[in-house]
């Protein structure tokens, strides 16, 4: 690489490594490579990840349910989710009206299909966790917006740098490459594999209360407008602060946590 001038690289975790990802056998070969990039006057730059997108540890920290991707999913009042996904609660269900057109008129909680009025159908909203992949080492990605899973991430991988190799920090080892950390797909169905994808939303643990603090309402009582486009309505103000909800708690809770590592 030095002789085809290049001035640096980066050490990347591919699919297919035999090494154990973060291992002492891990260490010894980071290390090595920083050195000789020393001797060779180049730079060496980590990579934070097992893959991509960065946040896991190689499906560590996802071994832990709290710290997992999770969604708020829509169902049928009668419709199971796949066997293979993690349900952790039901938020609520709803009796909604729609027109031809499939924009929604009306809606109102409920607790039994009993008090479902005449020409309405009924929807549930259940917390959904990411179905497990073995692209994440049979685990799923990671709840961005949960404060703590990000430290258990830092702590896992980047303070496991530091202390092996932590002397060449701002020398010869310039910096970490982070891949493409996200909140979630927002209903297209991005990077999951569950059979509800499309109606999906990113839900973490602070959502409801941060919302409330934005907006001065619940989101619990407006769940429907996460789904549907209101007819009497061209600006969807539900949707535009649940998305502003969720940048910031992923700002907060991740991006900004991993800039003060850096510092």
């Known amino acids: ?11 990347h975790s591919r699919t297919g490594l035999e090494t154990e990802y973060l291992g002492q ?16 006057g180049m730079s060496a730059w980590l990579y934070d990840e097992d893959r991509w997108p960065s946040g896991t540890a190689g499906g560590e920290i996802t071994k832990t349910l709290e710290f997992q991707l999770k969604f708020i999913s829509m169902y049928d009042a009668d419709a199971e989710p796949e066997r293979e ?8 269900r709803f009796a909604i009206r729609l027109n031809e057109s499939g924009e929604m008129l009306d809606y109102y909680p409920i607790r039994e299909e009993s008090e479902c009025k005449e020409g309405y159908v009924v929807k549930k909203f259940l917390i959904e966790h990411m179905k497990s992949s073995h692209f ?13 899973a990000t430290e258990a991430y830092l702590n896992a991988t ?8 932590g002397d060449m920090f701002g020398k010869t080892i310039l910096g970490v490459f982070t891949d493409e950390p996200h909140r979630g797909a927002i209903l297209n169905g991005f990077g999951i594999m569950n059979e509800n994808k499309m109606q ?34 061209e600006i969807n103000t539900t949707m535009y602060y649940y998305i502003e909800t969720t940048q910031q708690l992923f700002l907060e809770n991740f991006a900004k946590p991993y800039h003060e590592w850096c510092l």
């Not at 690489?1 to 050490?11: E, L, Q, R």
């Not at 980047?158 to 190799?165: F, V």
């Not at 602070?206 to 619940?218: P, S, V």
């Open 136 to 148: 994440y080492n049979g685990y799923t990605y990671v709840d961005t917006m949960n404060r703590k």
């Open 25 to 40: 056998e891990w260490f010894e070969i980071v290390t090595a490579a920083a050195q000789e990039a020393k001797k060779l």
């Open 1 to 11: 690489m030095k002789d085809m001038g290049f001035g640096g690289f980066f050490m």
């Open 85 to 92: 996904v993690h349900i952790a609660g039901e938020l609520g």
């Open 158 to 165: 980047h303070e496991k740098y530091r202390k092996k190799c």
């Open 200 to 233: 999906m939303l990113p839900y973490s643990y602070e959502l409801y209360g941060r919302y409330r603090k934005i907006t001065g309402e619940k989101l619990s009582e407006k769940l429907p407008e996460l789904f549907y486009k209101r007819a009497d309505s």
